[in-house]
């Protein structure tokens, strides 16, 4: 019987009570613009620190959904292995996610479909204490109706590979692609925003090059700009800043941007 990944950062990255959560959730969003007019979002990139220093940028991207959050039903999320070495890619052998706000199931004939892909492995090591899959749970779980989930955890991978699993998992307006995050780490707050810029730069112009110094998801964001399906989808930088914005001093700062691709 397939067992169910608990939460390993409630109570670090984000409230381990429900209803603190809710609040904090609903605050982020509530400070966001609401969602123009336009074409619905079919990717986001977002990122991953705790919520007093990552949130408001995260919650830009996500107040996007707002229009289309009845029809998503399912949510391809990637994001980097800290906590573990790995080579490839690795989905989780678990039935359900689970955060304080409740469970999420995992879309298991999606999951068993791209398991035996080029880069591809089973590991529960790669997702057990991972926060960059985790922080965007809760997120998820506020912006949409029900959903399953396809959690992907990439490692040191060539950026086809993670597109081709990309691509495999597209699918309709029911599909939803995120790509989880953060830009450059420890910097001064200067150099960050100008190393932050160029990185946006490279996002907007669809470039498959990002190097780890310059994102901690560059192999996942690599993947998206490799992805054959994403190539007809225009790309909008939604909120790009650093920890010296939101909360932290400035000389040791780490960088956080959001981007909607539609």
Not at 34 to 60: D, F, M, N, T
Not at 122 to 147: C, G, I, R, Y
Not at 237 to 243: E, G, H, K, Y
Request: proline fraction near 8%; hydrophobic fraction near 40%; glycine fraction near 8%.
């Amino acid at each position: 019987m397939l067992s169910t990944r608990h939460s390993a950062v409630a109570g670090l990255f984000y409230p381990e009570s429900p209803e603190p959560l809710r609040r904090e959730l609903d605050d982020l969003l509530a400070a966001s613009d609401p969602a123009p007019a336009g074409p619905a979002p079919k990717a986001l990139i977002v990122p991953h620190a705790g919520y007093v220093y990552s949130g408001p940028v995260a919650a830009r991207a996500y107040r996007r959904l707002e229009p289309v959050r009845g029809a998503i039903r399912r949510v391809v999320l990637l994001g980097p292995a800290h906590r573990v070495w790995l080579d490839g890619m690795a989905v989780p052998p678990q039935s359900a996610f689970a955060t304080p706000l409740g469970q999420v199931p995992l879309d298991r004939e999606a999951i068993e479909r791209i398991a035996d892909m080029p880069g591809v492995q089973v590991s529960n090591a790669a997702h057990a204490k991972e926060h960059s899959l985790e922080v965007q749970l809760p997120f998820l779980q506020t912006v949409l109706d029900d959903f399953a989930l396809v959690p992907i955890a990439v490692g040191r991978c060539p950026a086809e590979q993670v597109g081709a699993v990309i691509d495999a998992l597209w699918g309709g307006p029911e599909t939803l692609i995120v790509v989880s995050s953060d830009l450059s780490h420890f910097l001064d707050y200067e150099e960050a925003r100008e190393i932050d810029g160029r990185t946006r730069d490279k996002i907007l112009g669809r470039r498959a090059d990002l190097c780890d110094q310059e994102a901690c998801g560059a192999r996942a964001i690599n993947g998206l700009m490799c992805s054959t399906a994403a190539r007809t989808l225009s790309i909008e930088a939604v909120d790009l800043r650093n920890s010296g914005d939101t909360a932290g001093d400035r000389k040791r700062v780490v960088g956080y941007g959001s981007f909607v691709l539609s």
